[in-house]
């Protein structure tokens, strides 16, 4: 097994471990933080890659890129969680069903 | 090598710490402590400049976010606590894909790994970010003015009616 | 990038940063603001595509490969149709005017992009910008339901973004570039393609999540449902279609279904189309809330797409973009209805409503031309791009599927039909007392957008030669 396939690995299971976070919790912020975890995997990805094929100025201008992203969605993200804390006083999704159907 | 993985293996660990960590706040802290990681990683593969992107802004600016919402949320969130079973059987979980995926995965990226193309690697950031991803800063743009668009809309300025 | 659609990015973001200064002391002006630039955009536009020489020429002159254009053009009529609806919508009290109307102009460049842009990673960003504007587009006004609805969006669809960023890397590290260009003429070539049909396949999944496609679509309803009302328009006639399916229909392409080297992705994506299809309307029959089926019935008409981009044949391309642009335009026309009705009735619950037909005529008579569009009733627009679908289908041999999607053709008409008994025709109930048709602007988008369906359905040979010289362009 070479560095990059072991590299790969290690990144498919922070991905697992993001993902059963993402499907095991109710509270917002536990679903904001698995899906970090597996935004991060996914940079890891991108870097790795970029590194094997020798194109690494490349990988990185797509990473600062998805750096900047990853604040605004995060910020967003956030903000959606503090607003509905304000109208609910909660932070947990599945509180959320009034839309059913 | 050893150091390179063992990086690797420390993101894996503090993620798997981050969820399952009991109080939020110390999730939060993980989190950051992953992308620390995450950014020693990008210094070790020879990519500086997303390595400091990465540890001011991600370790830095999303762990402050983090852990303001926290601070506000958290009297609540204590209040009821979630199931636990769930995140306990993470570890076990987590072992059994890595097992099942020790068999698969590595075989099958050494074979995408095989059809990888080498580029030629030269230039400087700066000439890549303009030369060749131009589109993007205008996107970095434009995503910037949406974050602050949604900022505002989100929290209005306090009306005198409320 | 396509350089000479530029403009219509940085005018609508210029706007968009003009928008709060200029609206601080004077809140008309946002509406003013957003609206003009929308306008002139739209005209400059019609003026690219429609001038008579361009007409006479058989549309040979189309700059860019024409399918940018025709979706720029969609997106500005869909973005004026919503803007000059909230003008008149909007209660005067919402303190964020100025900036709900920045962000449906930031919401308009960052489609622009998307469908100027010629590259992976590129489009993956304006994509981000996109949902993130809509996130906070749909929770407006401060309802508990709209905030449901902008979670659930966000949590079921951004681990889609991370299918697409693993895609990226694959592609970034197998073709050594990230163009349009670059993966066409690979496929094109006689290269082994098995790491790259695999990147594209992880691309197109995400892509599949994002457009709500059937086995992901439970966020679909609740977020068009939860929107703050002429959002849901916006939403449902553009946004998720740029977002997720002009993607897909663009990779259908690159990817050169037609020739068979992507085999199970292309019969994938043509069996969850139909699938959407079956799904979408079959719930919407059973739906009580007016918006809601509106949203099923949105999941199956992108069903028509999805298997019409995997089967990928010209006239099944031709039929896709169509369809594309015949979906903006009638759900535009149905979600401001359902908008109109809920500012003059206060519900959108079919049971309470009834009898409209007399009251609000307008309405009632757009909805009808908006429905028949939808089920493909002759000689409305919808017809002949299901009608290029299903020739399309049948000329691959895929007689089932052509069948099947006839068929469910007709089930949409039943569902419409009798959304349509139950609001518009029958006896009034207590809720339809005393309703008066809304006023004249807020009719006005809903008329124009009627116009546009039946125009495009009788003026059809003109279209056809355009959507020929762009599936031209795009496949060859």
Same mark, same amino acid.
């Given at each position: ?5 072991l ?11 993001g ?5 095991a919790?109710?509270?917002i ?9 597996i935004?991060?995997?996914a940079m ?17 201008a797509l990473?600062?890129t ?36 | ?10 993101? #894996? &660990?503090?993620?798997?710490? +981050? ?8 999730? !939060?802290?993980?989190? %950051? $402590? ?24 991600c ?9 303001? #919402? &926290?601070?506000?949320?958290? +009297? ?8 636990? !079973?769930?995140?306990? %059987? $993470? ?54 003015? %949406? ?8 929290f ?7 | ?6 403009a ?9 940063v ?11 002006m ?7 630039t ?34 720029v ?24 005017r ?36 809509s ?27 991370v299918?697409?960023i ?6 970034m ?6 163009s ?38 439970t ?20 946004v ?8 897909i ?5 690159l ?44 999941i ?12 990928g ?76 679908i ?27 039909m ?7 025709f ?27 369906i039946?125009?495009?359905g ?6 056809y030669?355009y ?10």
């Amino acid at each position: 097994m070479n560095i990059f396939s072991l590299d790969w690995y290690l990144i498919a299971i922070i991905m697992f471990v993001g993902f059963y976070c993402m499907l095991a919790s109710r509270s917002i912020v536990r679903q904001l933080i698995g899906l970090e975890i597996i935004s991060k995997a996914a940079m890891l990805t991108v870097i790795s890659a970029g590194a094997l094929s020798n194109n690494l100025i490349y990988a990185q201008a797509l990473l600062i890129t998805m750096i900047v992203i990853e604040v605004v969605v995060v910020a967003t993200g956030l903000a959606l969680l503090v607003k509905n804390f304000r109208l609910h006083g909660s932070a947990d999704i599945w509180t959320l069903s009034s839309l059913k159907g | 090598m050893i150091y390179h993985t063992l990086l690797f293996a420390l993101a #894996a &660990v503090f993620a798997l710490w +981050a969820v399952m960590a009991r109080k939020l706040l110390v999730s !939060a802290i993980m989190l %950051a $402590l992953v992308s620390v990681c995450v950014s020693l990683i990008f210094f070790d593969f020879g990519a500086p400049w997303a390595g400091v992107f990465e540890l001011s802004v991600c370790a830095g600016l999303i762990t402050v976010l983090f852990v303001g #919402a &926290v601070s506000l949320i958290r +009297a609540e969130d204590e209040k009821r606590p979630e199931n636990r !079973a769930r995140f306990y %059987a $993470l570890p076990f979980a987590a072992a059994i894909f890595a097992i099942a995926a020790w068999f698969y995965l590595p075989a099958f990226v050494e074979e995408l790994a095989a059809g990888a193309k080498i580029g030629s690697g030269g230039g400087s950031i700066g000439r890549a970010l303009w030369g060749m991803r131009r589109p993007d800063l205008l996107g970095q743009v434009l995503m910037l003015a %949406a974050g602050v668009f949604v900022i505002k809309s989100v929290f209005p300025r306090r009306t005198q009616s409320k | 990038m396509d350089k000479g659609l530029l403009a219509y990015l940085l005018i609508p973001l210029l706007s968009a940063v003009i928008i709060p200064f200029a609206a601080r002391t004077r809140p008309k002006m946002a509406d003013i603001l957003a609206n003009v630039t929308l306008l002139a955009g739209l005209a400059n536009l019609l003026w690219l595509a429609l001038r008579p020489s361009m007409i006479a020429g058989g549309f040979a002159d189309i700059p860019g490969d024409g399918l940018s254009l025709l979706l720029v053009a969609a997106v500005y009529l869909v973005g004026l149709c919503v803007t000059f609806f909230s003008a008149y919508f909007i209660e005067e009290g919402l303190p964020n005017r100025p900036a709900y109307y920045s962000l449906l102009l930031v919401s308009v460049a960052a489609m622009t992009g998307v469908v100027t842009t010629t590259d992976f990673f590129t489009l993956y960003v304006f994509i981000e910008v996109l949902a993130v504007t809509s996130f906070a587009l749909i929770t407006t006004d401060d309802s508990s339901a709209g905030i449901e609805g902008a979670l659930k969006y966000f949590f079921l669809t951004f681990p889609a973004s991370v299918l697409i960023i693993v895609g990226i890397a694959i592609l970034m590290m197998t073709l050594g570039s990230l163009s349009y260009e670059n993966l066409r003429l690979f496929m094109a070539s006689d290269a082994p393609a098995g790491p790259v049909t695999f990147a594209s396949a992880l691309i197109m999944l995400g892509f599949i999540v994002k457009s709500g496609v059937v086995p992901f679509h439970t966020w679909t309803p609740d977020a068009y449902q939860g929107a703050y009302a002429p959002v849901s328009a916006h939403l449902a006639g553009i946004v998720t279609k740029i977002s997720g399916v002009y993607a897909i229909i663009k990779l259908a392409t690159l990817l050169r279904f037609f020739d068979g080297r992507a085999q199970a992705l292309s019969e994938m994506l043509m069996f969850l189309g139909m699938l959407s299809i079956a799904v979408g309307a079959l719930a919407a029959l059973k739906q009580t809330n007016f918006k809601r089926m509106l949203a099923f019935s949105s999941i199956s008409q992108i069903g028509y797409i999805v298997l019409a981009a995997g089967l990928g044949t010209p006239l099944a391309i031709m039929g896709a973009v169509f369809h594309l642009i015949n979906h903006a335009t009638f759900k535009t026309v149905l979600f401001l209805n359902s908008a109109s009705l809920e500012k003059s009735t206060g519900t959108t619950d079919m049971d309470k409503l009834g009898g409209m037909e007399h009251s609000m005529p307008w309405t009632s008579w757009t909805s009808i031309v908006a429905l028949l569009s939808t089920a493909g009733v002759p000689p409305l627009s919808g017809f002949w791009s299901k009608l290029l679908i299903i020739l399309a289908l049948w000329e691959s041999g895929l007689r089932v599927y052509a069948v099947l999607a006839l068929l469910f053709s007709i089930v949409t008409l039943a569902y419409f039909m009798m959304m349509q008994k139950k609001v518009f025709f029958g006896k009034k109930t207590p809720a339809s007392e005393r309703v008066q048709e809304v006023s004249a602007p807020l009719l006005a988008p809903v008329v124009l957008m009627s116009a546009i369906i039946v125009a495009l359905g009788l003026l059809f040979p003109y279209f056809y030669a355009y959507v020929k010289v762009v599936a031209e362009r795009i496949i060859l």
